[in-house]
T-cell receptor, first 116, second 116 residues
Framework: AQTVTQSQPEMSVQEAETVTLSCTYD???????LFWYKQPPSRQMILVIR??????QNATENRFSVNFQKAAKSFSLKISDSQLGDAAMYFC?????????????FGTGTRLQVTL | GAVVSQHPSWVICKSGTSVKIECRSL??????MFWYRQFPKQSLMLMAT?????????EQGVEKDKFLINHASLTLSTLTVTSAHPEDSSFYIC????????????FGQGTRLTVV
């Protein structure tokens, strides 16, 4: 069974600084997707960034980028120039690519605080 | 695009009554919808996978007769909590995956259920 581990329950970063959230996963599959979702106090799940396992290039979305290490099964999220609006729960998620829809497996989450 | 609407956003019901929660994909057809439960400060726990026109697949430990799922069309899935009890109080979230392009899941805004 696939598992996703986030070892940092809480992280704190100062505004305008950079923070990295860790995520490791375990799978025997070679074709899968990895995601980072943000859940602000409103509890709406928002997709931050997506990585296809077959792509060697790390995904980037504006201030958000990932460090995808397939062999190490590691998928960290880097947030640059942190903003107050980045404060939220961040969930790492894995999804096996079966060609049809398959379920997401979530990590336990990391609560990010952004301070002035 | 890719909006998932969940209704109601919050509901209070009496013990022993049933509550129906709707999940609609507004601008795309969803081959698969997922229902999650989230306890305070915890991750999302998958309850069941709902496929249009077929029976839902429940995760281990989830009572099928208590949490009835119906996926009548490619844009609507419903979760009915039957004979609700205070321990069913929780935050319920649905997500949907497009019929075409099976990469990311889109989430509803969630439903906070309180059983009194």
């Amino acid at each position: 069974a696939q598992t996703v581990t986030q070892s940092q329950p809480e992280m704190s970063v100062q505004e305008a600084e950079t923070v990295t959230l860790s995520c490791t996963y375990d799978t025997s599959e070679s074709d899968y997707y990895l995601f980072w979702y943000k859940q602000p106090p409103s509890r709406q799940m928002i997709l931050v960034i997506r990585q296809e396992a077959y792509k060697q290039q790390n995904a980037t979305e504006n201030r958000f980028s990932v460090n995808f290490q397939k062999a190490a099964k590691s998928f960290s999220l880097k947030i640059s120039d942190s903003q107050l609006g980045d404060a939220a729960m961040y969930f790492c998620a894995y999804r096996y690519n079966t060609g049809t829809a398959s379920k997401l497996t979530f990590g336990t989450g990391t609560r990010l605080q952004v301070t002035l | 695009g890719a909006v998932v609407s969940q209704h109601p956003s919050w509901v209070i019901c009496k013990s022993g009554t049933s509550v129906k929660i709707e999940c609609r994909s507004l601008d795309f057809q969803a081959t698969t919808m997922f229902w999650y439960r989230q306890f305070p400060k915890q991750s999302l726990m998958l309850m069941a996978t709902s496929n249009e026109g077929s029976k839902a697949t429940y995760e281990q430990g989830v009572e099928k007769d208590k949490f009835l799922i119906n996926h009548a069309s490619l844009t609507l899935s419903t979760l009915t909590v039957t004979s609700a009890h205070p321990e069913d109080s929780s935050f319920y979230i649905c997500s949907a995956i497009r019929l075409t392009g099976h990469t990311e899941a889109f989430f509803g805004q969630g439903t906070r259920l309180t059983v009194v």
